[in-house]
């Protein structure tokens, strides 16, 4: 079965999405902070006559602090997962010392630093299965010799293949010496 990947517009529509709800979240916890600071009407007030003495647009602008949260928090919402500096070292030096010869040990590791990072997510679903082929995938590339790299760019460029982990291990496995 063909495994997909979100690609980078999709992801990128993705992130807008969900940092919008985020913010229409946050500003529902400041109109209920706001409500908290008006003046609760006495029990047996009609519906018509609850009037609140200001206008919750006055409320931002006399708050305009909370509307560079939002804008701050916006740009700190981490998207993706970092592999950590010193795997991503051990990586490295795997593949300059013999990609192919320590291939079974580069993959090894990139699937076990995968499920490390992202043991905390939900098994429910494909969001974790995704999230850790994505990553895979991105650091497959990173760690890759320079003229596999570029082979597997031109083959995701033609739409040959997609940035899928097996599909570029698969391809990766063509160019290996033979024995």
């Known amino acids: 079965p063909l495994r997909l990947i979100m690609d980078d517009a999709a992801q990128a529509f993705l992130k807008t999405k969900i940092q919008d709800n985020i913010t229409k979240y946050f500003m529902l916890i400041v109109f209920s902070g706001y409500l908290r600071e008006e003046k609760v009407p006495d029990p047996n007030t009609p519906e018509e006559d609850i009037k609140l003495a200001k206008k919750f647009a006055d409320y931002m602008k006399d708050n305009g602090e909370i509307a560079i ?39 090894h590791d990139i699937l076990g630093a995968a499920n490390k990072i992202f043991r905390d997510m939900a098994d429910v679903g494909d969001h974790k299965k995704r999230a850790k082929y994505r990553f895979s995938s991105k650091t497959l590339m990173t760690v890759l010799p320079i003229e596999l790299q570029d082979m597997i760019d031109a083959k995701i460029e033609a739409g040959e293949i997609t940035m899928d982990f097996y599909e570029i291990l698969g391809e990766v496995q063509k160019k290996k010496p033979a024995a």
């Open 69 to 107: 949260m939002i804008q701050k928090g916006k740009g700190k919402l981490q998207w993706e997962r970092d592999i950590p500096a010193d795997v991503l070292t051990r990586l490295e030096n795997l593949s300059k010392s013999d990609f192919f010869g320590n291939m079974g040990t580069i993959i």
